[in-house]
């Protein structure tokens, strides 16, 4: 059982930075891969980034290049740093646990939701 927590999210201007954290309870959490997902209003949920146990990443073509994803193993703590903001950024941004895939269907573990909103 994998409990995560998200928090960071806020109010930006386009082409302002955020940090997302997602805390993670759970002794399997440092072999998990841990995903970053967003969903705007309407719209399905969404792949961002994901990061393996040993630190591999994935990014959609949309944020590569803007957005970083890292872990600290010894803290339980996944980070995505969002940088060159754009409104279409705008989300609620979902941390998950357990696969590797960029279907969100595949997941079972999700926190609640941190929400990001970048004005024009």
């Known amino acids: 059982q994998v409990q995560l927590v998200e928090s960071g999210g806020g109010l930006v201007q386009a082409g302002g930075s955020l940090r997302l954290s997602c805390a993670a309870s759970?002794?399997?959490?440092?072999?998990?891969?841990i995903s970053w997902f967003r969903q705007a209003p309407g719209k399905e949920r969404d792949f961002v980034s994901s990061?393996?146990?040993?630190?591999?990443?994935r990014y959609s073509d949309s944020v590569k290049g803007r957005f970083t994803i890292s872990r600290d193993n010894a803290k339980n703590l996944v980070y995505l740093q969002l940088n060159n903001l754009k409104p279409e950024d705008t989300a609620v941004y979902y941390c998950?646990?357990?696969?590797?895939?960029?279907?969100?269907?595949?997941?079972?573990?999700w926190g609640q939701g941190t929400q990001v909103t970048v004005s024009s």
């Open positions: 998950t646990a357990g696969d590797w895939g960029t279907n969100w269907r595949d997941y079972v573990y």
């Open positions: 759970g002794r399997t959490f440092n072999t998990l891969p």
């Open positions: 990061i393996s146990w040993a630190g591999n990443t």
